[in-house]
Antibody, heavy 123, light 106 residues
Framework: QVHLVQSASEVKKPGASVRVSCKAS????????INWVRQAPGQGLEWLGW????????NYAQTFQGRLTMTTDTSTETAYMELGSLRSGDTAVYFC????????????????WGEGTLVTVSS | DIQMTQSPSSVSASVGDRVTITCRAS??????LGWYQQKPGRAPKLLIY???SRLSGVPSRFSGGGSGTDFTLTITNLQPEDFATYYC?????????FGGGTKVEI
């Protein structure tokens, strides 16, 4: 059974960075990309990007280029998302989500999700 | 970026009703579309992929259709557990974008 378990909520000041973790289990971690999707309070869903654990290849949404870094640790089957230069508009629940199998070939849906991590940016 | 427009933004319905949600893409995405269900405080759940294919375990009362730019999600015989927010998502072109959501409420 696929499980994605995320790290606890964070409160950060504007300008700081945040790192959220996502520990995977129940499947072969290196075979599927991990995506990150966020949801601001009361708002819709926004895709940030994906990382392929076996190669380290990434695909970031242009909106976040320059302040977003995704990494993985295959020894612990954990993915990480780090977002820098935080501003109030980054306040959101951040979800990790597993690729349905085709993200790296151009078609991306998300078949298993973590429970979400609330990141609050406030002075 | 491909824009996804959902309508309506909310719909009131009763148990047993049929509800149809539409999703329009700003350019053709063939059948590269998914539908998700999200309940308050929970992560989204993928229901439909490739516009019309149900994931294993998704009840048959959920059906998807369409191709190109216009898509629908239909829920027949609405059940109490179906009251939630539904999102479409285009899967054909990065960045992978979502519709604004449709809240199905009592």
């Amino acid at each position: 059974q696929v499980h994605l378990v995320q790290s606890a909520s964070e409160v950060k000041k504007p300008g700081a960075s945040v790192r959220v973790s996502c520990k995977a289990s129940g499947y072969t971690f290196t075979n599927y990309a991990i995506n990150w999707v966020r949801q601001a309070p009361g708002q819709g869903l926004e895709w940030l990007g994906w990382i392929r654990p076996d190669t380290g290849n990434t695909n970031y949404a242009q909106t976040f280029q320059g302040r977003l870094t995704m990494t993985t640790d295959t020894s612990t089957e954990t993915a990480y998302m780090e977002l820098g230069s935080l501003r109030s508009g980054d306040t959101a629940v951040y979800f990790c989500a597993r690729d349905w199998g085709y993200c790296t070939t151009g078609s991306c849906l998300f078949d298993h999700w973590g429970e979400g991590t609330l990141v609050t940016v406030s002075s | 970026d491909i824009q996804m427009t959902q309508s309506p933004s909310s719909v009131s319905a009763s148990v047993g009703d049929r509800v149809t949600i539409t999703c329009r893409a700003s350019q053709s995405i063939s059948s590269w579309l998914g539908w998700y269900q999200q309940k308050p405080g929970r992560a989204p759940k993928l229901l439909i992929y490739a516009a019309s294919s149900r994931l294993s375990g998704v009840p048959s009362r959920f059906s998807g259709g369409g191709s190109g730019t216009d898509f629908t999600l239909t829920i027949t015989n609405l059940q109490p557990e179906d009251f939630a927010t539904y999102y479409c998502q285009q899967a054909g072109s990065s960045p992978f974008t979502f519709g604004g959501g449709t809240k199905v409420e009592i």
